[in-house]
């Protein structure tokens, strides 16, 4: 009797502990659930749009040793300001490069010389997408792309149209190392290794012309000061340099050395 009594109290005991242990779990879980549900209520979508937006500030760098502006909310990137000489260079170079453009697509009827395949392509790719920058460049800021034959400079001085003037060719051979039409003539009627040495030729002569007037620009007063013109006059100067180097040394290489 005495052993039946106190199996019956430790039986007890222990579903007690077990019931309370099971309750205060229970009440855990919930004050974690409610804790849950009050974090996700605090951060909830709904909740954050309600949020005021936060006014962005708008700072102008000072010059060196200067302390910095904070500007109006209500300030607006405006282009800088540009010479008549800026316009005319991108004018200009346009013509320019479409001449290159146009020698470049004689090469795959012209001959069969690897390297200059290869070179022409890389020029045509390139000059090709500097043109559609300067168009847009020009467009931005108002500016018609095409310069006005009166207005053409050379090497010796403006230009005036004359009566009865080809108007579609003559701006492109007044350009600084543009091929003349007998040049251009020449390069069509031209083929295989006579082709090859005609186009260097020519490309190198074109390709100083271009650093000229990166020069010319640089030259005059107040012009090349916008961000964008002088990035992309210099890469101009940078590139042909280069190219026209890679061209002399294809120059000196005999027809036998030459990859067919």
Not at 25 to 50: D, E, H, N
Not at 153 to 165: L, N
Request: aromatic fraction near 6%; charged fraction near 20%.
């Amino acid at each position: 009797m005495f052993s039946r009594a106190l199996k019956g109290k430790l039986y007890r005991f222990r579903y007690k502990r077990k019931f309370r242990s099971a309750r205060g779990s229970g009440v855990l879980c919930g004050m974690l659930l409610a804790s849950c549900a009050y974090i996700g209520f605090s951060f909830s979508p709904a909740r954050a749009q309600q949020v005021a937006p936060v006014t962005p500030v708008v700072v102008q760098p000072g010059a060196p040793g200067k302390p910095s502006k904070t500007l109006p909310a209500s300030t607006r990137a405006t282009l800088p300001p540009r010479s008549q000489a800026d316009v005319e260079f991108m004018q200009g170079m346009i013509m320019h490069h479409s001449q290159a453009v146009e020698m470049t697509a004689l090469i795959a009827s012209h001959t069969e010389n690897k390297d200059l395949r290869s070179l022409g392509a890389k020029i045509s790719s390139s000059q090709s997408d500097e043109i559609k920058f300067m168009q847009r460049w020009l467009a931005a800021r108002g500016e018609a792309v095409s310069m006005a034959t009166s207005s053409l400079k050379t090497s010796t001085g403006p230009t005036q149209a004359m009566p009865g003037m080809d108007m579609a060719h003559a701006p492109m051979a007044l350009m600084p190392g543009m091929l003349t039409p007998e040049q251009m003539e020449a390069l069509r009627k031209a083929k295989g290794t006579e082709f090859d040495r005609l186009f260097l030729t020519g490309m190198i002569q074109h390709h100083n012309g271009a650093l000229i007037m990166v020069k010319d620009l640089f030259d005059t007063a107040g012009a090349g000061q916008d961000a964008e013109l002088f990035n992309f006059a210099t890469d101009v100067d940078t590139g042909q340099r280069a190219e026209i180097k890679i061209m002399q040394t294809m120059l000196e290489k005999k027809p036998s050395e030459e990859k067919r």
